[in-house]
């Protein structure tokens, strides 16, 4: 009697076996499915410690490091672009029409500056996109050259080319400038060409003669004379961004100023794959433009700038003749470029009016 139960009891447990495995499989289909509908190669996922949040990119217009680069070639076939000299006057025209062409509001904004010894007048050259439009991005980079080569080992005394310092970052700008027309970002964009920036006092100057402010006298200038009522979000400034193998650490001043606009970009970086290039070296203070934008006009304003944390130097050919087109490598400025069109075209509007 005991036997035939258990025989009973184990026949009834593998009907509701086969009962659950033909349950089973009729559900497997509508997990599958249910799964994959949140399926997508596009969101980037970011994850911490209770939640994972899925937040998805809006893709802007192509940039084109060709055209970049042929920017670049431009402003440096002019030669150099030292204030007062037939090169620096014929770059400026080239880029007021050029901003010009691309249906910006241009300005010129000119003003008279002590550069070392010698009396200039300096051109400040601004394109807006969409004037009419209260939130506004700031991006920026000078477009002066160096008029000495007081790093170089030979002929230090005469003006660099300026390829990378000063020809890169503005060849950068100037494609921004040319593909925002493809697609309205839906917010104002501001380009912002400032002069006089790489002239300061010569590395041989005795340290008892140093003087202070004799670097960026373009951006010094316009930060006390910016439009009236001009406040835009905040500002990104390119300094030396066109270098093959270029790294662009989390610099000190950008970080006493607006670190917060510093993790935005940064990140933003490391999610396009970019962080091999935006490493997260912190790096002294350094004096560049962005320094009188945030202390002077008070705009949160942030610095893209090659410097290597482990030589603790600038690029290679920092003032120095090297700086030429060889020194300009396409891919570096496609990184900085498409890091770019991912901030402005991810930039959530303001919630005030």
Not at 62 to 85: E, H, L, N, W
Not at 116 to 135: F, Q, S, V, W
Not at 140 to 165: E, Q, V, Y
Not at 308 to 316: E, F, G, K, L, T
């Amino acid at each position: 009697m005991l036997f035939a139960s258990c025989l009973l009891l184990l026949n009834f447990q593998l009907q509701q076996i086969q009962k659950m495995k033909y349950l089973s499989l009729l559900i497997l289909p509508f997990v599958l499915l249910l799964g994959c509908s949140s399926c997508n190669d596009d969101p980037v996922v970011k994850t911490d410690s209770t939640e994972t949040v899925k937040t998805f990119r809006v893709k802007g217009p192509a940039f084109s490091s060709d055209s970049a680069y042929g920017f670049i070639k431009t402003q440096v076939d002019f030669g150099p672009r030292v204030p007062g000299t037939p090169g620096h006057e014929k770059c400026a025209a080239y880029l007021e029409e050029k901003l010009k062409s691309y249906g910006l509001t241009v300005t010129v904004q000119e003003g008279d500056a002590m550069m070392l010894d010698r009396k200039i007048r300096i051109k400040n050259i601004m394109g807006a996109y969409k004037p009419e439009r209260k939130d506004r991005i700031l991006l920026l980079a000078h477009w002066d050259t160096r008029m000495f080569a007081d790093r170089d080992s030979t002929n230090k005394d005469k003006p660099i080319d300026g390829a990378n310092d000063g020809g890169s970052g503005v060849g950068v700008l100037l494609e921004m400038a040319r593909i925002i027309r493809e697609k309205d970002p839906n917010l104002g964009i501001d380009f912002l060409f400032v002069d006089a920036e790489d002239n300061g006092q010569h590395i041989d100057t005795p340290e008892d003669q140093r003087k202070e402010d004799t670097w960026c006298l373009g951006t010094q200038y316009w930060a006390t004379h910016k439009p009236a009522g001009y406040a835009p979000k905040y500002g990104i400034l390119l300094d030396m961004v066109g270098a093959k193998n270029a790294v662009f650490p989390r610099e000190g001043t950008s970080l006493t100023y607006a670190s917060w606009l510093v993790d935005k970009v940064w990140t933003a970086a490391a999610q396009l794959g970019y962080g091999s290039t935006f490493v997260n070296d912190r790096t002294g203070e350094t004096t560049d433009d962005h320094l009188y934008i945030n202390g002077v006009a008070g705009i949160p304003c942030i610095d893209i700038v090659h410097y290597d944390p482990i030589a603790r130097d600038y690029m290679p050919c920092h003032h120095r003749h090297c700086d030429n087109m060889d020194n300009i490598d396409k891919n570096t400025l496609r990184i900085v470029g498409e890091l770019l069109v991912d901030i402005i075209y991810n930039e959530m509007p303001s919630q005030t009016p």
